[in-house]
């Protein structure tokens, strides 16, 4: 063992004690709530939905919603509750009149767990901790709680909180060492999005300066938080920007923190480096394992991004180790804050200060409020003057840390636990971390791999899309024309189509398809069809994937065209080019499964099966507002089961059509199998679904057209050789129900990325939003404040989320739908649209008590346009969204699980969401589409979706002759 190793040792073993000496003092002082801890870790199960129960405790405003509460989440569990919360439910049970007790009951434990973490409710209480602290020579960084900041008011409430708070620092002078307070940056903005950190970053700095000028008068110090891994460059960025403005020049007291748990945590320390060796106040770095753990690995695993964070427990552990020599390497042009409750690291920490003669003020243990008390005592006990972490704040702001101790707490892997709880032995956990081989991360079962989004907080991607941007617009005003069998169709009459951001910029002169060239393509196609028909599925699945390739390869170009010619906004039109490359990638998986023979129940004498067969020729008519994902989608399950496609884009994005049919031909499918035909639908609609050709019609779109196209289809079968099959996703409009239990910081983002993400115009929008009356005025509230600063704008900036609406048409449509709105009911909410000169933009707009008939509440808009309704309950509320013809997509905000369950068996809707937004369907895991007047349910994204495009042929062979069945004794027993 070197020498440093046994000097680690030695510390550690000291700490080590003295840590578990006041464990065993705590744990007698605070029984009741270590007894609670201990039940949490015996069920897994159990665990799960007790965090779940604590989560919505604070929203449950009276004794008897407290009492239905426990009994809807721990319905079974009695023997298993302990004994205090069981007698509380049996008293409760018989008399109203104890249901109160139960809720004093239960609102005294939930203090007592969240005041083990949670130093108190607001700053004023924080004040006098902090003096107490510091008696012991414990000093404090003060943290308000809160994570999520919904609007520019919230924002500039969390600003003034810090300033207030800054100020009574000021006045609690701590001996020569400053008072200390933490700032997580998200707090400051109600867009901190790492999609453009220049314009975020100037945001952030006109409040961050504000404060950083106040700590320096008041002589605080400022230490700004981290948060996840998206917006660690956006952080660090805006702090050394900061520090670079002349005002600073003198110097700043002020911090960051880094992560160890990062796998490119190396980089980012070489990065800081750079620019903070030289400063005149030493930058402190404040070292922690991380506490985002869960969300990265969930974040990236459900976007397909590579894992950020190290896996095993030990590749963070030997970072730490690693970061922490580095740091104090270059101690002291910067400073070093270990906070962390793992005794090895802090131990390491001292052996290599002691080792380099670090002097005391270079080097400091922070430790978390609760959490770290046996260490602060341990390290108080050893002569250090650790500084403790101090979050303050009420409960429902504060959930989202109080569940991260909980679950640190109670997790196996926890030192605190492991280490001091439950007192391993001390060379174990003492050692060296070794440096483990990282696991694989998780692979989903099947073969479909989808696409990862752009990862808009990094910067080359970004670079990427910007200069796809740049380029786009070279390509903009050329000539399209339709293409059949390969051959160019050139028209006379032309149409003109111009961008939505700006009304002027031509997007293509498109040359229009008449009557004679839909007669050619479907001959064309008919005639390809016997050789496609014929080719094996694997062959043709091999094209898709080929189309795939070619399309994530040109991913930024497709997805800069899409804001240019529909006025998407950069991450719905990545996510366009996403889905149909996961269309693609999933129906080619997909077709090879399910177009192989198949055995149906067969004797030794009978041999039964079911082969697939193509249908024909498809007509693939597509909508403008997903202008690639759904044309590709609907063509994509056509030619994979083998139907040739006469392809007929929307007008109004002929150029995105363009380019899935370029697509399909740079990967190699011959020219006879795929047309493209651009031209009025009311012509060239009719004339493609009646054709006797056609076998199959592939269409999204409005209603009006749908059902032309079912009646249309029926009758024309008279003259076919076959029934056609009609394929048709059409408009929605969709209901979310926000009840009492809901979670407002998920609710009203979700709310609103759903109705005004891209200008509401997606089938899936939400339209009709029904909240229940307990909490009516409280939730509109906050959603209207957040509202305001829904970013709307010119999609060709990162930030927007809000466009501007297809075209003039449309504009004046929706408009006048509005003006209606207005004079039947109450506009709560009109948003300001900072717009183009001469583009098409409606500002986001919120309507209540409208009468039921209304078009607000009975058709759909395509708009921004956000009706609201008022409900007496639940149940109430759930009639009120099915009282409607069509079931598309649903919502519901809700942290009740009876609730939960009657709208997942009652809810009308083809996709219904829990807790998140309502548009957003991801391929294979959500297949989408809707019934009653929204269209045949046909689940684009879902294997079914596959069976609509082939029929199947059932087989049946006879293998007995005159009576002698052709079977050995073996098969005998497998009949
Ligand atoms: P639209 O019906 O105007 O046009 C869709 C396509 O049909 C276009 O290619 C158009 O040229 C063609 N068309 C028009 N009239 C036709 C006719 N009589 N016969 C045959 N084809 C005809 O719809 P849109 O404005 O492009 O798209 C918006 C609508 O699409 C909304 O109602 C929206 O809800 C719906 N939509 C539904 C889904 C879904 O999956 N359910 C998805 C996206 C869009």
């Known amino acids: ?216 008068q008041q002589e605080v110090f400022l230490h700004i938080d981290m948060e996840e891994y998206a917006v660690r460059d956006l952080t660090l960025k805006i702090v050394r920007d900061l520090l670079e403005e002349k005002e600073f020049a003198g110097g700043l007291d002020i911090g960051v923190v880094l992560q160890a748990y990062l796998k490119d945590v190396g980089q980012c320390l070489d990065d800081i480096f750079s620019w903070a060796l030289d400063l005149k106040n030493p930058l402190t770095i404040r070292l922690v394992r991380g506490a985002y753990w869960d969300y990265e690995l969930m974040n990236a695993q459900e976007k397909s991004w590579p894992v950020p964070v190290f896996l095993q427990k030990s590749g963070t552990d030997e970072m730490f180790e690693r970061l922490t020599r580095r740091i104090l390497e270059e101690t002291p042009r910067v400073r070093l804050a270990v906070a962390t409750h793992n005794v090895r690291s802090i131990a390491h920490a001292l052996a290599l200060a002691e080792e380099r003669q670090t002097g005391k003020d270079s080097l400091e243990f922070q430790l978390l409020y609760g959490m770290g008390a046996p260490l602060v005592a341990a390290l108080l006990e050893a002569g250090h003057s650790p500084r403790v972490y101090m979050p303050v704040g009420e409960p429902i702001r504060g959930m989202a840390y109080l569940v991260r101790r909980l679950l640190e707490n109670v997790s196996s892997q926890s030192f605190v636990r492991r280490g001091i709880h439950e007192q391993s032995v001390p060379q174990d956990i003492l050692k060296a971390p070794a440096v483990g081989k990282e696991p694989p991360a998780l692979q989903r079962p099947n073969e479909f791999v989808e696409c990862p989004p752009v990862r808009l907080f990094d910067a080359n991607e970004r670079k990427h899309f910007r200069s796809a941007l740049d380029n786009v617009r070279d390509q903009l005003g050329r000539d399209l024309t339709g293409v059949i069998a390969g051959h160019a169709v050139e028209k006379k009459q032309k149409g003109e189509h111009v961008s939505p951001i700006d009304g002027k910029t031509v997007i293509a002169r498109t040359s229009y398809a008449d009557a004679a060239d839909a007669e050619k393509a479907l001959t064309a196609a008919a005639q390809s069809f016997p050789d496609w028909a014929a080719r094996p599925v694997g062959e043709r699945a091999e094209f898709l994937r080929r189309t795939a390739l070619w399309m994530q390869a040109n991913r930024y170009d497709l997805a800069a065209l899409e804001v240019m010619e529909v006025g998407k906004p ?119 679904v009646e054709d006797p050709r056609t076998a199959l019609i592939a269409f999204t779109g409005s209603r009006s057209a749908g059902l032309d196209i079912l009646r249309r289809a029926g009758e024309s079968t008279a003259k076919a050789r076959m029934v056609k099959k009609v394929i048709a996703e059409l408009g929605g409009k969709n209901a979310a129900i926000v009840d009492d239990t809901a979670d407002f910081d998920q609710a009203v983002p979700a709310v609103l990325s759903s109705a005004f993400g891209y200008a509401g115009q997606k089938c899936s929008a939400l339209s009709r939003l029904i909240v229940v009356d307990r909490i009516y005025e409280s939730f509109l509230k906050r959603l209207i404040e957040a509202a305001a600063d829904f970013p709307a704008g010119n999609p060709v900036e990162p930030l927007t989320l809000c466009g501007p609406v297809i075209n003039a048409a449309a504009r004046d449509r929706i408009q006048a739908a509005v003006e209606e709105g207005r004079t039947q009911g109450v506009v709560l909410f009109e948003g300001r649209i900072p717009e183009e000169a001469g583009g098409f933009y409606v500002p986001p707009v919120i309507v209540a008590d409208l009468p039921a008939d209304s078009r607000l509440l009975r058709e759909e808009i395509f708009g921004p346009v956000l009706a609201v309704i008022r409900a007496r309950d639940f149940k109430d509320a759930l009639q009120k969204a099915n009282d409607s013809d069509c079931a598309l997509t649903a919502g519901v905000f809700s942290r009740t699980p009876s609730h939960i369950e009657l709208a997942r068996r009652e809810f009308e809707a083809g996709n219904l969401y829990i807790n998140r937004p309502i548009t957003g369907a991801v391929v294979g895991r959500h297949p989408f589409g809707g019934y009653k007047m929204s269209g045949t349910c046909t689940k684009a994204g879902g294997e079914s979706y596959l069976r609509e495009f082939f029929i199947e042929r059932t087989i049946s062979e006879n293998a007995a002759r005159h009576g002698f069945a052709p079977f050995d004794e073996g098969e005998i027993g497998k009949m």
């Open 1 to 216: 063992m070197s020498e440093r190793e046994v000097r680690i040792q030695s510390i550690g073993r000291t700490l080590l004690e003295s840590a578990r000496r006041e464990e065993a003092r705590l744990a007698r002082e605070h029984r009741w709530e270590h007894a609670l801890l201990d039940w949490c870790m015996q069920n897994p199960e159990l665990r799960t939905r007790i965090f779940r129960f604590i989560d919505v405790f604070p929203q449950l405003d009276s004794p008897s919603s407290v009492y239905h509460h426990i009994k809807e989440y721990f319905p079974q569990d009695e023997d298993r509750i302990p004994a205090f919360i069981r007698r509380g439910l049996a008293l409760a049970r018989p008399a109203v009149l104890t249901r109160p007790a139960l809720y004093h009951l239960t609102a005294m434990m939930f203090r007592r767990v969240a005041g083990m973490f949670v130093a108190a409710p607001g700053e004023e209480e924080a004040l006098a901790v902090v003096e107490d602290f510091s008696r012991r020579n414990v000093r404090c960084s003060v943290d308000i709680l809160g994570e999520r900041t919904l609007s520019e008011a919230q924002a500039a409430g969390y600003f003034e909180r810090y300033r207030t708070l800054i100020r009574a620092l000021g006045r609690l002078k701590q001996g020569r060492d400053k008072q200390n307070i933490s700032v997580k940056l998200s707090s400051l903005t109600s867009a901190f999005d790492p999609a453009d950190p220049e314009t975020v970053g100037r945001r952030v700095r006109e409040r961050l300066r504000e404060l950083v000028r106040l700590a320096k």
């Open 570 to 688: 950069w991450r719905e039109a990545d996510a366009d080019v996403k889905e149909a490359v996961d269309f693609l990638n999933f129906y080619a998986v997909s077709a090879e499964a399910l177009m192989r023979p198949q055995a149906a129940i067969s004797f030794p004498h009978e041999r039964n099966e079911i082969r697939a067969r193509p249908r024909g020729v498809a007509a693939v008519i597509a909508p403008w507002n997903f202008p690639i994902a759904i044309l590709t989608g609907m063509s994509a399950a056509a030619l994979v089961t083998g139907n040739p496609v006469v392809i007929k884009p929307a007008g109004p994005s002929v150029f995105c059509g363009w380019k899935v049919y370029e697509a399909y031909r740079e990967a190699g499918i011959p020219a006879g199998v795929v047309h493209f035909l651009p031209g009025r639908g009311e012509l060239l609609g009719p004339l493609l």
